[in-house]
């Protein structure tokens, strides 16, 4: 024999069996290394015995044969190490002759009224394939017919007690270096869970939460559980909502309006999802989310002139059914009160609810939406090689200059680069009332169109946090996120304007004391007028009546539960920790069902079983780019220029 040192954790006998075969027979303290004739009172007992010492000298163990008495007592166990065996292919009843047995087992076996023999079997040592199934991934093997055991015999005075122990491994154990990865060493804890749940919330996934949890505790041997664990649990969370999540969802919306009675939502099954109020005045619609459903945030501007979510939507379609039940709700939402001014997109089914829906209610169309179409209506040549977008952006995006102002320096661009006869032009010409500032100056807009972007902004807000794989229930988690950031956003801006003041100058013009004011960078300047005794104050930009502040958000509804993360000791199941982390439960009954997958543009074509069908709906934009790219420059017979156009959809052509 040959006597070496080979780990930290213990020593280690090298031995060598008459046919050859090195084995690995582990040196410990006495007190934690199984002994035959050892006895335990009960079965439980005796396995975390030989569990507890399998992880001090480094290997795992796995229950294999059990035997049972027609009264269903366990007559014997057999633990191993799960390396023992080989692998074999996996059929729908796996048996197993057993021959790890002695010969006074044996006999005992023989004498004893058995009921029937089960082989334990490690599933993750095996493929996971079914009839008729594509081939998956192979793994590699962990058996290697390792002979360590123990055996478990019962006693009839009661009790069990070692009958067979065998210490020599046949492959090497795990060093100190690498104990981590031990699978009796790898458990997700509290504190584990509530990292991936609460970093799900702001769309941060779980390989990243591992990587962070790395950080915070010194490296990946100090995590305690691996990659896939995490990656698992994340599966485990959407597999345990798959079915009830809209019910779920709407059990959430149906406790916060018994916690905070000023809490609105409703839903209608088959055409709207839900809808969720949270406060409100002027507003957006925009797009975006699971099942493929448009996710519509009713956004206005606050005090600030910050973006502010008043509601949220959720519809199957974008018909005009669904927009006006939207619409409809909103309005029931806030008292029967219709907002000042919607705008939206030129969807033209929106079009038709917001006049139906809507009585007083000034609807207009987006400016940042129209102008964003412009290189694909007039062509991205006269855009890229010309000053057309720039001047026609001068008399577009001027907010100071009246309707007369606007029509003339419209006609005047349009002569100058010869698109006077263009269709769409014309079109956009003809409904200029909807769009451009100059015609709704009396209309309080709150600084609304003053931005070019900020329904993108807004959706760009909630993609943040939000991706079309997340399911109802991760949702609504990561919206109520959103919304917290928001909330905290206008908080810092509010102690900003109580604590900071902007620089202005004195100045005195004909006897009037004139305060001159910079606003940032902006250099606009505005002629203000205000009565000391009277309090009255005007302003040459006409918006004097400027938006009430917004009233202030109760406190919040829910207390943040304490979550003690030092307490591992107690095992609780992985359903109750996903209960306790998305605080709802899986339903006794469930009458709202998930939602089939919606059909809209960019998110493909599906047939009723929700899965993936032929290609996405695309949209013009994209058609047109990806023609771009095929296409050849050639020369129009029109115009005479090399372009990706021809004499029939010639942009000069009159």
Known sequence: MDLSVEFGTSNVLHAFTPGGTKIWIPCCDSEIRPTIGMKFSKLDEGLRFYESYAAVVGFITRKSTVKKRKNGIISFQIIVCNKAEFKEKRNNV??????????????????MNVEEVVVGQDKEDYDCQEANTPMVKRRLSTRVGCKAKMILKYCEDGGYIVSNFEKGHTHHLYSSENSHFQKSKRKLTMFHKKMIIDNSKVNIGPVKTYRM?????????????????????????????????????????????????????????????????LYGQILFAGEIMPYNMVFGPFTGVDHHKKCVTFAAGFIAKEDVASFEWLFRTFVKAMGGREPNCLITDQDPAMKIAVNSVFQQC???????????????????????????????????????IEAPEFEEKWNNVLVEFKLQYHDWLNLMFEMRAMWIPAYFRDVFMGGIMRTTSRSESENNFFTSVVNPHVSLVEFFMRYETALDAQRHCQAENDNESQEKFPQYELRKEDGI????????????????????????????????????????????????????LEDTQNVRSSEHDIEMLIGCSIPDEILVQPP???????????????????????????????????????????????????????????
């Open 94 to 111: 796996v048996t197993e002759k057993v021959d790890s047995i002695g010969e006074e087992d044996d006999n005992f076996v023989d004498d």
């Open 513 to 564: 004391d004139v305060a001159i004011v910079t606003e940032a960078n902006r250099r606009r300047k505005f002629k203000v007028l205000f009565e000391c005794f009277s309090h009255d104050t005007t302003c040459s930009c006409h918006e004097e009546d400027f938006i009430k502040n917004i009233r202030e958000f109760k406190n919040k509804i829910e207390a943040t539960k304490n979550v003690t």
């Open 213 to 277: 949890v790395k950080k915070y505790v010194g490296g990946y041997e100090n995590i305690g559980a691996s990659r896939n664990d995490f990656k698992n649990f994340h599966r485990d969370l959407k597999a345990y909502i798959e079915g009830s999540d809209a019910q779920m969802f709407v059990d959430n919306f149906k406790r916060k309006k018994l916690m905070w009675s000023a809490y609105f939502f409703d839903y209608e099954w088959m055409k709207t999802t839900v809808y969720v109020e």
């Open 362 to 400: 000034e609807h207009k169309f987006c400016m940042w939406h129209i102008m964003k179409k412009l290189p694909d209506k007039v062509g991205r040549n006269i855009i890229q090689d010309t000053e057309f977008l720039k001047e026609l952006s001068k008399c577009v995006w001027n907010l100071e």
């Open 596 to 654: 089939k997958v919606s059909k809209n543009k960019g998110t493909g074509v599906h047939d009723g079983s929700g899965t993936s069908g032929s290609k996405r709906l695309k949209g013009a934009k994209e058609i047109a780019v990806e023609q771009s790219k095929k296409k050849t420059k050639r020369k129009c017979s029109g115009c005479g220029e090399l372009a990706y156009h021809d004499i029939r959809n010639c942009p000069h052509k009159a």
